[in-house]
Nanobody, 121 residues
């Protein structure tokens, strides 16, 4: 079994910063791409940022220049540093990871339970 658990959400004022963490645990042979998605009320879930196993990153236009995704393969952990936060960043943020549990298993896509980020004065 594999678990993906996020932490670090909360309430922050506009212009503030938050750092989200996501750790994968359990039966893990290799983790491929890890990513952060978010879903605001009444909207579809959208990709915020992703990072490959070798560190190649990709950002949504709304995140470029403000958010930074990073990972530690030894710790099976990915972070999302969010700076200059805006009210429109308010959403539930979800961690996503592509994981193979054994060398012969297929690729599984795992989601965390989500962490709430609220940007408000």
């Amino acid at each position: 079994q594999v678990q993906v658990v996020e932490s670090g959400g909360g309430l922050v004022q506009p212009g503030g910063s938050l750092r989200l963490s996501c750790a994968a645990s359990g039966s893990i042979f290799i983790i491929y791409t890890m990513a952060w998605y978010r879903q605001a009320p009444g909207k579809q879930r959208e990709l915020v940022a992703s990072i490959s196993s070798v560190g190649m990153t990709n950002y949504a236009n709304s995140a470029k220049g403000r958010f930074t995704i990073s990972r530690d393969n030894a710790k099976n952990t990915v972070w999302l540093q969010m700076n200059s936060l805006k009210p429109e960043d308010t959403a539930v943020y979800y961690c996503n990871a592509g994981i193979r549990s054994t060398p012969v298993d297929g690729l599984g896509v795992y989601w965390g339970q989500g962490t709430q980020v609220t940007v408000s004065s």
